[in-house]
């Protein structure tokens, strides 16, 4: 637990202030609501009996309030005796008339504002300590007569039952509402660990590969719901990453092979030469040889270069109509002193319109690439043909060599193309080849929308053929 | 002391050879894998160095096969892979030591000495019987303190009598640890660079090291 920060937490936080503020309005409105509501019936109530008090007051009783049995009329309107409500009777000075029998020792207050407003025809109704206890609604209503206050009749209602229940609603509310609040954090907390337990995993996973362990995946349990998706594309990053931290890794390793083989001859030539002092053609020799290092690795260096600027795609290519049978028939001008120095046959053939679009250069480097290397795999005596094609009906140009030489093995067929890779590293050396030649030519094709492929029986030779789009 | 160099880069081998011979050390070299196992078997080195990415057999299967035959051959591994796993293969797989290329020559040399000290048990550097000391590092021979000029062979020769001193060496085990597979056994060369040495170092003292076995070869007695 990462403490007070974390989302668990605070998903926790939002969910029981919300759940607070939902459940506190809804507790203050539901007790006024219902205090209100219980007052007013109280205040229907009492009213109701002090108009029926009135009217009978004024009918069969005829002159004056003179009520000494109230309860008997009581019992005689309603069939039973108005428990828990207090009546009495005044004439219009305020003299107490008649009362109920409950008020034995009670007195019921009669204000001087209040017998004025009776006066003026006016009920009123206000809350009195009475007893000790519980106040009394009391409504104070006049008895007219001729349009004359005669008396005035009060009634009065204790309040302990809506006291009572409002109290008690009051305590429920104060303990269930803290209670709820306090079982929906445990709650919140509990699904929001549940909900966020995969992403807590993630992030472990995560670290483990930030370490340098790019093999650890995440475990998904449910792959259809947000984080299982999530999961998903993260271990599809993490593999994608791993594929090219190996290649990296790999061809790092080929690079600091390559060029450490230079750098060993390089070093160990010049501090066995300098152990002591020798004839001039030793170190003649020796010069002789370190250049040929230098130039090797010069060469690979260039080659390097220009691989990892294709891939950054800083490499431009021009785009301008080449023909290709016409820059092959150059290479293999070029070429030729190089075949008759092997001993090699060197043969040309073009065909047909071979209009494309693409970079002289680039492409002139990959007619060279291909044919130098059938120079270089096939023995004196063979031979190379160098043919290139233009099919209109298919709308490409075709580049083929051929070579008599000594063919590669099924299982090395599909690497050629990889950096660094040899069928034969001794000989590759010998014949001074970086290990790029091919993978550069298989750039070059792509970057013109081309196709390149090998077929190859060992020991009678190989055909590398391209395919390039003519132009329209 | 005589030495096998495994190693397909022909520069490399050159060097090595050249460097080693102007050391005093007979020196043969093998281009593959299967060469190596094969020179091994047939000739009896003091020392392999052994690069490990060969054509054919691979060098660690190399290794491989000289310890299944039990041969006592310290081996030094010359490769340019320098992982860290890759030093624990090459050591596990019976190398004695692991050298990364590009290296230094002079730490080369220093680390076959150190090999061909060990296979003898030798606490220090020197070589000493009696009074006859000598240094593989500096190549300076004394005997009771008196410095004592030798050519590349006779050195040579020298060294290998001290190192198995007090123990009987034939004509066939000079040839073979003194002499590259160029040596012709018919000759007598072994003789004459014997007798070269015994008026070097025997001639003005009174006690004699080098002794004529008649009819097996010599030995050097301390």
Redesign the interface.
């Known amino acids: 637990m990462a403490g007070f920060k974390t989302i668990k937490f605070r998903l926790t936080l939002w969910y029981v202030v919300i759940l607070g503020i939902i459940l506190s309005s809804f507790s203050f409105f539901l007790y006024f609501t219902l205090s209100d509501s219980l007052y007013k019936g109280v205040d229907n109530k009492i009213k109701t009996m002090a108009e029926i008090v009135a009217s009978s007051a004024r009918n069969p009783l005829g002159a004056g309030p003179s009520i000494s049995d109230l309860d008997r009329i009581m019992t005689e309107r309603f069939g039973i005796r108005p428990l828990g409500r207090y009546i009495q009777i005044l004439d219009e000075s305020g003299r107490v008339g008649g009362r109920s029998t409950n008020l034995r020792n009670v007195q019921i207050p009669l204000s001087v504002q209040t017998l004025q407003a009776a006066s003026k025809g006016k009920t009123t109704f206000e809350t009195v300590q009475v007893t000790a206890k519980y106040p009394v609604r009391l409504v104070t209503m006049p008895i007219t007569e001729d349009g004359r206050m005669a008396g005035v009749v009060q009634v009065g209602s204790s309040l302990e039952g809506v006291e009572d229940a409002l109290q008690q609603l009051l305590l429920i509310l104060l303990i269930a509402v803290p209670a709820a609040l306090l079982f929906a954090s445990a709650g919140g907390l509990f699904l929001a660990n549940k909900v966020l337990r995969p992403v807590d995993e993630i992030t472990q996973i995560a670290r483990q590969i930030g370490s340098g362990d790019l093999s650890q995946r995440i475990r998904i349990k449910r792959v259809n719901d947000e984080l299982g998706r999530l999961a998903a594309t993260f271990n599809e990053m993490i593999a994608k990453l791993e594929e090219s931290f190996h290649r990296v890794k790999r061809f790092t390793a080929d690079v600091s092979h390559e060029l450490k083989t230079p750098l060993t001859i390089l070093r160990g030539e010049v501090e066995v030469g300098l152990k002591k002092k020798r004839a001039l053609g030793e170190y003649q020799r020796i010069l002789n040889s370190n250049l040929e290092e230098t130039n090797r690795m010069s060469r690979i260096v260039d080659d390097l270069l220009t691989l990892s600027r294709a891939d950054m795609g800083e490499l431009t290519m021009e785009r301008e109509e080449v023909e290709l049978s016409s820059l092959a028939r150059e290479v293999w001008g070029d070429l030729q002193i190089l075949a008759r120095e092997k001993g090699v046959q060197l043969q040309f053939m073009g065909d047909g319109v071979t209009k494309v679009e693409g970079d002289p250069l680039f492409l002139r480097q990959l007619i060279l690439n291909l044919t130098e290397n059938g120079l270089k795999y096939t023995p004196s005596g063979g031979a190379v043909e160098l043919k290139v094609k233009g099919d209109r009906d298919e709308g490409v140009a075709r580049i083929c060599v051929s070579d008599t030489g000594v063919g590669i093995a099924q299982k090395d067929l599909k690497r050629v193309f990889d950096r660094f890779y040899r069928v034969d590293k001794a000989r590759s050396r010998e014949t001074g080849g970086t290990g790029l030649g091919l993978s550069i030519s298989q750039w070059i094709v792509q970057a013109h929308e081309g196709q390149i492929s090998v077929k190859s029986t060992v020991g009678k030779g190989s055909t590398f053929t391209v395919i390039l789009p003519l132009k329209d | 002391m005589r030495i096998l160099v495994v190693e ?2 022909k ?2 081998a050159s ?2 050879k ?2 080693l011979e ?1 050391e005093y050390y007979a020196v043969d070299c093998a ?2 894998g299967e060469e190596a196992l094969y020179m091994v078997e047939a000739n009896d080195y003091d020392l392999m160095i052994l690069d490990i ?1 060969l ?1 054919k057999i691979d060098g660690l299967e190399v290794l491989k096969g000289v310890r299944d035959k039990e041969l006592p051959l310290p081996v030094l591994m010359l490769t ?2 320098d ?1 860290i796993e890759d030093v624990i293969k090459g050591l596990d797989a019976g190398g004695d030591d692991y050298l990364t ?6 730490e080369l040399l220093a680390r076959v000495r150190a090999l061909l000290r060990r296979k003898e048990r030798e606490p220090s550097g020197e070589l000493q019987v009696a009074d006859l000391v000598l240094d593989p590092v500096t190549h300076a021979v004394s005997r009771g303190g008196q410095e004592i000029e030798l050519t590349a062979k006779e050195y040579a020769l020298l060294e290998y009598l001290m190192r198995q001193v007090n123990r009987v060496v034939t004509r066939t085990m000079i040839s073979e640890h003194v002499w590259d597979y160029h040596f012709d056994p018919m000759t007598n060369v072994i003789d004459v660079y014997v007798n070269h040495l015994r008026n070097k170092i025997d001639l003005d003292s009174s006690q004699k090291l080098i002794h004529t076995i008649r009819g097996v070869g010599y030995m050097l007695k301390g």
């Open positions: 397909d880069e520069k490399v060097f090595l050249k460097g102007e281009y593959d990415m054509p340019a892979k992982s290329k590009p290296f230094a020559f002079a």
